[in-house]
């Protein structure tokens, strides 16, 4: 009987020899694939890696810059250069500070919560549109004041006029005011952080429809309204230097401050026959300005 076992049990271990054997020429068929993939892909991975090279990190100082020397950065500035962006030490990259020039520097950290920047290079940047535009916008809930502030920024805005309005839904005191104009601040300078702008656009106050409307001094003003005329009729001849867009907040502008833009000769607006929502009416209005008159080229 143990003769018999015996004799049946060896198909059975030549069998598991067997499915060992495929099973190793199989993880060394896809070891040598995944080799030879690796060498071919190399090039492109150099092409790749060359290309992330050229592309430097930027950040915005808020610190004037001058001369071929150290510049230590502030907490803020260490933690969104080391822990966000994740920079190294001797790591290139690219600072400003908003007074139109980019300055090509190096990263040297000295400490775990200790960094400087060593300038070497200044540039001036040459991105600003000849198109002054200066953005009026009523004052919106959550996200919306935010995009908006974001893209008017990308889409080259040089003011900004935050403005609280008859139907405004947002409520703030003082001290909420004061971190709204810190947090836009920042919205800012980090859209100018990713759209290559080396001015940052000037933030004005939070302040009433009424009191911002006699200080805006522009060649063409516009307020829109969806019960207005399109944009392409009744504007000057001449190409105006600047241009002054008024946004409502979610619930539009009232009857009252319509009239009372229009005291101050600006020309009620719709773009297109579309009721738009206020961050989409401020990212609109500035791309048709920067289309007509600015460095847009279609």
Same mark, same amino acid.
């Given at each position: 009987?143990? =003769?018999?076992a *015996?004799?049946?049990?060896?198909?059975s271990?030549s069998?598991?020899?067997?499915?060992?054997l495929?099973a190793f020429r199989?993880?060394?068929?896809?070891?040598?694939?995944?080799?030879?993939r690796k060498r071919?892909?190399?090039?492109y991975?150099k092409?790749l890696?060359?290309?992330?090279?050229?592309i430097?990190?930027r950040?915005?100082?808020?610190?004037?810059?001058?001369?071929q020397?150290?510049?230590?950065l502030d907490?803020?500035?260490?933690?969104h250069l080391c822990?966000?962006l994740?920079c190294?030490?001797?790591e290139? =990259?690219?600072?400003f500070?908003?007074?139109?020039?980019?300055?090509l520097?190096?990263?040297?950290?000295?400490?775990k919560k200790?960094?400087?920047v060593q300038i070497?290079?200044v540039k001036?940047?040459q991105?600003?549109?000849?198109?002054h535009?200066i953005?009026?916008?009523g004052?919106?809930?959550?996200?919306r004041m935010d995009?908006a502030?974001q893209?008017?920024?990308? =889409?080259g805005v040089?003011?900004i006029?935050?403005?609280k309005?008859?139907?405004?839904?947002?409520k703030?005191d003082?001290e909420?005011i004061?971190k709204?104009?810190?947090h836009?601040?920042?919205?800012?300078?980090a859209?100018c952080?990713?759209?290559?702008?080396?001015?940052?656009p000037?933030?004005h106050?939070?302040?009433t429809?009424e009191?911002v409307? /006699?200080?805006i001094d522009?060649?063409?003003?516009?307020v829109l309204h /969806?019960?207005?005329?399109?944009?392409?009729s009744?504007?000057?001849v001449?190409t105006?230097?600047?241009?002054?867009?008024l946004?409502? /907040?979610?619930?539009g502008?009232?009857?009252?401050?319509v009239?009372?833009?229009?005291?101050?000769?600006?020309a009620?607006?719709i773009l297109?026959?579309?009721i738009l929502?206020? *961050?989409?009416?401020a990212?609109?209005a500035?791309a048709?300005?920067q289309?007509?008159?600015?460095d847009w080229?279609?």
């Amino acid at each position: 009987m143990r =003769l018999g076992a *015996e004799t049946c049990n060896l198909p059975s271990r030549s069998m598991r020899r067997y499915k060992c054997l495929m099973a190793f020429r199989v993880i060394w068929i896809l070891l040598f694939m995944a080799m030879i993939r690796k060498r071919l892909a190399l090039p492109y991975n150099k092409v790749l890696l060359m290309q992330k090279r050229d592309i430097l990190k930027r950040i915005y100082l808020n610190m004037p810059l001058h001369g071929q020397r150290l510049f230590p950065l502030d907490d803020a500035a260490f933690h969104h250069l080391c822990r966000v962006l994740r920079c190294r030490d001797g790591e290139p =990259l690219t600072v400003f500070n908003g007074d139109g020039n980019d300055y090509l520097a190096t990263l040297q950290v000295s400490g775990k919560k200790q960094a400087a920047v060593q300038i070497n290079q200044v540039k001036n940047n040459q991105r600003e549109s000849p198109l002054h535009t200066i953005l009026i916008q009523g004052l919106s809930k959550g996200e919306r004041m935010d995009i908006a502030l974001q893209k008017a920024v990308e =889409l080259g805005v040089n003011e900004i006029f935050p403005v609280k309005t008859q139907f405004c839904a947002v409520k703030l005191d003082d001290e909420r005011i004061k971190k709204k104009q810190r947090h836009w601040s920042g919205i800012i300078a980090a859209a100018c952080e990713q759209c290559q702008r080396a001015v940052l656009p000037i933030l004005h106050p939070l302040n009433t429809l009424e009191q911002v409307l /006699p200080h805006i001094d522009a060649d063409c003003k516009w307020v829109l309204h /969806p019960y207005a005329t399109t944009v392409d009729s009744n504007e000057p001849v001449a190409t105006p230097q600047q241009v002054a867009v008024l946004i409502g /907040p979610e619930g539009g502008l009232s009857d009252t401050e319509v009239d009372w833009a229009i005291q101050y000769d600006f020309a009620p607006k719709i773009l297109g026959k579309r009721i738009l929502r206020t *961050e989409t009416a401020a990212i609109a209005a500035l791309a048709a300005a920067q289309l007509r008159w600015g460095d847009w080229h279609v």
